[in-house]
């Protein structure tokens, strides 16, 4: 018996599926050039730019208040090098990683001051690191599964 994995090296597009760990789904609806994107003006992270910018409009209707919780423990786990299991029905003591953020001259809540290209003063954004997985759900892959042509 031979076991052979292949592995497929490819870039997102739009329309590709990703996923938070909490269920929360979405497709990439656009990509921009670095430029274009926000950026940190002061702190520790000043002149990062985010990977993945995420619609905050689906917290509500979903109610997966989850990725708030993980992003604020990451964030402070980062910066106090401890490690965090941040899964659903675990006791979280979220005002330690408030704490910890604020021994690092970082905003308790999250969020960092940043430049949006087209805006004329820095806003307050809630900038975390998340977790986020591609799901099989390509663009490309489903192209050329089609007879046919995209319609």
């Not at 076991?3 to 609806?29: C, H, M, N, V």
């Not at 308790?108 to 430049?115: A, D, L, Q, R, V």
């Not at 087209?118 to 977790?131: A, I, N, R, S, T």
């Amino acid at each position: 018996m031979i076991k052979i994995k292949l592995r497929k090296f490819s870039k997102y597009q739009e329309g590709d599926k990703e996923a938070f760990r909490y269920s929360q789904k979405g497709t990439i609806g656009r990509i921009e050039v670095r430029e274009n994107l926000p950026q940190v003006i002061s702190g520790p992270n000043e002149g990062v730019t985010p990977d993945l910018i995420f619609n905050p409009h689906g917290f509500p209707s979903r109610q997966t208040m989850g990725i708030l919780i993980e992003g604020i423990m990451t964030k402070a786990a980062l910066y106090n090098g401890k490690r965090v299991n941040v899964s659903a029905f675990r006791d979280i003591d979220i005002e330690e990683a408030k704490r910890t953020l604020e021994a690092n001259d970082m905003d308790p809540n999250g969020y960092e001051e940043m430049k949006i290209p087209g805006q004329p003063e820095p806003k307050k954004v809630f900038f975390v690191p998340l977790y986020v997985q591609a799901l099989k759900h390509h663009v490309m892959d489903k192209i050329s599964m089609r007879s046919s042509g995209m319609k």
